[in-house]
């Protein structure tokens, strides 16, 4: 079940980022610099936009999907620190190497 949420979050993830791309520039962040200030920014007809409601409904599943995956894995994680374990990811019980001799040198034959 978690893996077809992580599906659907990352269609649902690339989906409200290509519907931001899409959307004109309004320029002036929020409507901040233009004569209407920001009384022009929530509008009856800046909010029946389709580009404005898929975002908010992408937006909304976004937050929704980013959560119920987030309860559904909070309990399989295994439980301590990542400080706990030593350094370079060797496990503890490993013993060092043992150094080997070097091999005596040899001489060609001429």
């Known amino acids: 079940m978690t893996t077809i949420l992580l599906v659907i979050f990352l269609l649902v993830t690339l989906a409200l ?5 899409v959307q ?5 962040g929020l409507g901040i610099g ?6 022009g920014f929530m ?8 580009l404005t409601r898929t975002t908010a409904v992408l937006g909304t599943a976004f937050m929704a999907l ?4 987030a309860m559904l894995g909070r309990g399989q994680a295994p439980r301590g620190s990542i400080l706990d374990a030593p350094a370079g990811g060797v496990p503890a019980a490993t013993a060092p190497a ?3 001799a070097p091999a ?7």
């Not at 004109?24 to 002036?28: I, K, L, Q, W, Y």
């Not at 980013?66 to 995956?69: G, H, I, S």
């Open 34 to 39: 233009t004569s209407q200030g920001m009384g």
């Open 98 to 100: 043992v150094p080997v």
């Open 104 to 110: 005596a040198p040899t001489v060609p034959n001429n």
């Open 43 to 50: 509008t009856g007809r800046g909010t029946a936009n389709l």
């Open 17 to 21: 980022i290509g519907v931001i791309l």
């Open 24 to 28: 004109r520039s309004e320029g002036g």
């Open 66 to 69: 980013a959560l119920v995956l």
